[in-house]
């Protein structure tokens, strides 16, 4: 059978299994559908996996709502900056735009893809209010350099963990650290799902207790406990211009089931990374770092990117793959390119040589779970089979 014959092997696919489907089951037939006990209970149960039940967990219905949460409840507004990666979603910086404040994009370490510390520092201003690393395909970004940065300069310092879960940085979980809030994303192509949501983290009891709020339309009371009181508790007040931001039992429910298996995905995705380093590292391919040792990477992605002196180029080869039937992505197209941000701020690919030189040689291959072995064999076959020399002539 050639691979023309063979089903089509998506970038992504979701791991759904019998528990996952019996827990949405048990919530459609307990009647409580929107926010309630299982949301209750996938907060708490996210705290305990992250290792401290002090940690402050707020689902939210994705990981936007999740940084647009934070970033309010920190104060972030109109006359502020906030200084973030241009390798990254829009996400990351349009929720800085919702506040009226303004964007600072800066490049990435041309290793890891993570932001670079020394462009934070140089593009600090007296405007500056916070920072927003990125954990870009689930390898930390050096948080200890970041957070001596913040404190120097009196910064605040939200993760977009998107990508990050479970990954350690410095032994710890992202999600324990330092820094004001952390938010991760559970879209369907993360690592793991509620197909869509997100869960904001924080040690701060106010930032807390303002993110609840808002998280629900500015209500002083959670419908959960107004709907499930024993007395009447009709009555709540509105303190604050909120948003629809909370995450519904269904959704719960598949991420009480995922986050069992949260530690089960990571190791079967780190062996195919490892099976595609291995057949890789000949080929005129720059493979993704490794994390630091003693440290976690979450494997969210695998991005290759071809070596200056490969013989195709990058869309030549995303081409291929699709003629192989492989599916494939660009993690990302740098926000400096887009129309928005470019016109906004007058940005150029120059201001960003390592972001712009990635994205023009970079590609993410399939990289989820569910994959079999047969379907890793047939990703390296189909990548070997596009970029040696023999495939060009």
């Known amino acids: 059978m050639s691979d023309t014959d063979l089903p089509f092997l998506p970038f992504a696919l979701p791991d759904i299994g019998e528990a996952e489907i019996a827990e949405v089951v048990d919530t459609l037939r307990s009647g409580w559908v929107t926010t309630g006990p299982k949301a209750a209970r996938f907060e708490r149960e996210f705290a305990a996996f992250l290792g401290d039940e002090t940690l402050h967990c707020i689902a939210v219905n994705s990981a936007t709502a999740g940084l647009h949460l934070a ?78 940065l913040a404190h120097r300069h009196g910064l605040k310092v939200i993760e977009d963990a998107a990508h990050a879960l479970p990954t350690t940085c410095g032994g710890r979980l992202v999600g324990t650290l330092a820094s004001e809030a952390t938010v991760f994303s559970f879209y369907a192509n993360k690592t793991i799902t509620t197909g869509e949501g997100g869960m904001l983290v924080t040690r701060d009891a106010a930032l807390a207790a303002r993110a609840k709020v808002m998280r629900l339309h500015g209500m002083n009371r959670d419908a959960f406990d107004r ?72 494997w969210h992605l695998y991005v290759l990117r071809l070596a200056d002196d490969a013989p195709i180029g990058r869309d030549t080869l995303i081409e291929r793959l699709f003629a192989a039937g492989i599916g494939c992505s660009v993690h990302y197209i740098p926000l400096h390119l887009h129309p928005y941000w470019r016109e906004r701020y007058g940005l150029q690919p120059a201001m960003f040589p390592h972001s712009q030189h990635a994205y023009e040689r970079m590609l993410s291959i399939p990289l989820f779970s569910r994959m079999s072995d047969g379907d890793v064999d047939r990703v390296i076959a189909a990548v070997r089979g596009a970029v040696t020399p023999a495939a060009v002539r």
Do not use: C
């Not at 303190?239 to 931001?245: N, S």
């Not at 770092?289 to 440290?295: E, Q, S």
């Open 227 to 298: 709907f499930t009181a024993k007395v009447p508790s009709w009555y709540y007040e509105i303190v604050a211009p909120g948003y629809k931001y909370n995450l519904t039992d269904i959704a719960a429910a598949l991420g009480l089931q995922q986050l069992k298996r949260a530690e089960a995905f990571r190791a079967r995705r780190e062996a195919i990374a490892a099976a595609y380093d291995a057949a890789f590292a000949e080929l005129p391919l720059i493979t993704p770092p490794r994390a630091r040792p003693g440290d976690t990477h979450a």
């Open 71 to 148: 970033a309010e409840a920190v104060g972030i507004g109109p006359g502020d900056e906030v200084i973030t990666t241009t390798h990254t979603f829009t996400a990351t910086a349009e929720v800085v735009r919702y506040l009226g404040a303004d964007v600072k994009l800066v490049d990435v370490d041309p290793a890891t893809l993570n932001i670079d510390v020394a462009a934070i520092e140089a593009a600090i201003t007296p405007r500056t209010k916070a920072l927003m690393p990125v954990h870009f395909a689930g390898l930390a970004a050096d948080m200890d350099a970041i957070h001596a």
